[in-house]
């Protein structure tokens, strides 16, 4: 049924939703992002889905969007890129807003829109090997659409450490920082994901989702208004020479023109 990712439900009702572009280090491509966005309504009106994992296939959990399809909007007309933009961003709200628990559980490391993923989830626990970054200034780019999930996530001080600079850091900052709820052995993780899944299923499905849907309104706003903020933001930066000059950069192997460090 998906090409880019799978999805699996076992008889509890505890469905295991997979990046599967591991060739890709799961990647996000415009087919992913549809996907994706099909499989969070699929899982939220299937009333026999209690809980959800995000997890991915192979080394990588999600290293972000696909360059490929960055590429391709920078060399779009502006209405196509504002559509893409959308998709992207329709994806994320569409998994954040789901009416099922989702619990992440980041295998391998996590980048750019990966982290974005990382932070829609209700809880998300890490390998502690992992590697996270919003890496996305290096490319002239910024976390746009993902922003207002990130931001809520971590609050803004603690944002600010991470936002802007592209740095990496590891599984202990992750938890310091709010992203991962716990980093734990990758031979643990199976077993800490299923301590969170458990008590959820002693739950009331309706009860679960009401109260979901109501810390949503209690936390940070993110309605529609604040959605085509990050949308026009992100549009914006396609268009920049920075943008250009940062992915003409990657794909020619080489650093861009504002590198200046040794």
Avoid at 3 to 28: C, F, P, Q
Avoid at 80 to 86: G, H
């Amino acid at each position: 049924m998906f090409e880019t990712i799978s999805v699996t439900t076992d008889a509890r009702g505890v469905a295991t939703l997979t990046l599967n572009r591991a060739e890709k280090h799961n990647a996000m491509s415009a087919w992913m992002i549809a996907e994706l966005t099909q499989a969070a309504g699929q899982l939220g009106a299937d009333g026999s889905v209690r809980v959800v994992i995000l997890t991915g296939a192979g080394k990588s959990f999600c290293a972000g969007g696909d360059l490929g399809w960055m590429q391709d909007q920078m060399a779009a007309d502006p209405d196509t890129r504002f559509a893409e933009a959308r998709k992207l961003a329709e994806m994320l709200q569409a998994l954040n807003t789901m009416s099922k628990p989702l619990i992440g559980a980041l295998q391998g490391n996590a980048f750019g829109g990966g982290v974005g993923l990382a932070s829609v989830c209700d809880v998300a626990i890490g390998v502690d090997t992992v590697k996270m970054g919003l890496t996305e200034t290096r490319l002239g780019l910024i976390p746009a659409t993902i922003g207002p999930y990130v931001i809520a996530r971590m609050g803004e001080a603690r944002a600010r450490r991470v936002f802007m600079s592209a740095r990496l850091f590891d599984a202990t900052e992750a938890v310091e920082l709010g992203l991962l709820a716990k980093a734990v052995p990758a031979t643990k993780l199976g077993d800490a994901v299923e301590a969170e899944v458990l008590p959820y299923l002693s739950c009331a499905p309706g009860a679960v989702a009401s109260a979901k849907e109501l810390v949503r309104t209690l936390g940070p706003r993110i309605d529609d208004a604040v959605i085509d903020q990050t949308i026009r933001a992100l549009v914006d930066r396609w268009e920049t020479d920075e943008a250009q000059e940062g992915i003409g950069a990657f794909f020619e192997k080489r650093k861009p023109a504002w590198v200046t460090n040794t």
